[in-house]
């Protein structure tokens, strides 16, 4: 069962609203670009592995951006992110599926769908390298992560705590994304990457998600153990190209 107890009232209305989402009408199929093998790629160019995250708001955020987010993700890719995460969600994030599909056509990097996906039929809506599946959220991740896969994605299953990566592994995740924030009090906390990545096998892709700002938050997030880095407002708060070019260049090329 999904463990919503506790939540922010702001995550609470984000899960109403997704409950009451549907799908597509037909079943989507895709061939997706290996985030594995962007991430090598970027560190065989010298490049911080990053995904690089449209985000036009959200609930901890003021304000929201509105530049062509396509334009967005040329700028982000030219930056030298490894891989883009778009939102689809439309109420609180202002994402929308159209927006995902037009950015994917655009680039050719991989591209994280990042929602609250709570059944089934929300998977074949658009299509995406990646999707985002909240363990907490989520009632049958076993289910979802093998309807995912069935459809060809690639499927990011987010934690915040150790028994939440002991589920994923469980159900055999390849790719663990650690998120910092507390989806309770929606603070950030980078030592909670620290304190629950290490119980991600090696072997998997490990994500460590938000909170990241500087490259003193890169290079501890990677000390600890990160393969890639998902970062969203630090790269959306002014120029998005300079911004992730700061974020994904290493001391030794500064």
């Known amino acids: 069962m999904t463990d919503t107890d506790g939540v922010a009232p702001a995550v609470e209305s984000i899960l109403a609203t997704a409950r009451q989402r549907g799908g597509g009408d037909e079943r989507v199929s895709v061939e997706p670009r290996s985030l594995p093998a962007a991430i090598e790629a970027a560190e065989a160019d010298g490049r911080v592995p990053v995904i690089s995250e449209i985000k036009p708001t959200s609930p901890t955020t003021d304000g929201e951006?509105?530049?062509?987010?396509?334009?967005?993700?040329e700028q982000m890719v030219a930056?030298?992110?490894?891989?883009?995460?778009?939102?689809?969600?439309?109420e609180h994030f202002g994402g929308s599926v159209e927006t995902l599909r037009a950015v994917r056509e655009a680039v050719d990097?991989?591209?994280?769908?990042?929602?609250f996906i709570l059944r089934e039929e929300q998977l074949d809506t658009v299509?995406?390298?990646?999707?985002?599946?909240?363990?907490?959220?989520?009632?049958?991740?076993?289910?979802l992560?093998?309807?995912?896969?069935?459809?060809?994605?690639?499927?990011?299953?987010?934690t915040h705590t150790a028994s939440e990566v002991e589920t994923a592994v469980?159900?055999?995740?390849?790719?663990?994304?650690?998120?910092?924030r507390d989806l309770a009090e929606l603070e950030v906390d980078l030592a909670t990457f620290e304190s629950v990545g290490p119980a991600v096998p090696d072997e998997t892709t490990l994500i460590a998600e938000s909170g990241i700002t500087s490259m003193d938050d890169v290079e501890r997030m990677r000390a600890a153990g990160a393969d890639v880095l998902l970062?969203?407002?630090?790269?959306?708060?002014?120029?998005?190209?300079?911004?992730?070019?700061?974020?994904?260049?290493?001391?030794?090329?500064?």
Do not use: W, Y
């Open 65 to 73: 951006r509105r530049d062509d987010p396509v334009e967005l993700a």
């Open 79 to 90: 930056g030298g992110a490894t891989a883009l995460s778009v939102l689809t969600e439309p």
């Open 109 to 115: 990097v991989p591209v994280l769908r990042k929602d």
């Open 127 to 143: 299509e995406a390298d990646l999707i985002l599946l909240i363990a907490r959220f989520v009632d049958d991740l076993d289910a």
């Open 145 to 158: 992560v093998t309807a995912a896969r069935d459809r060809g994605f690639q499927v990011l299953v987010e």
């Open 170 to 180: 469980e159900v055999g995740a390849e790719i663990i994304g650690v998120n910092n």
């Open 231 to 254: 970062i969203g407002s630090a790269i959306m708060d002014g120029d998005v190209t300079a911004n992730t070019r700061r974020l994904t260049t290493t001391e030794t090329e500064s």
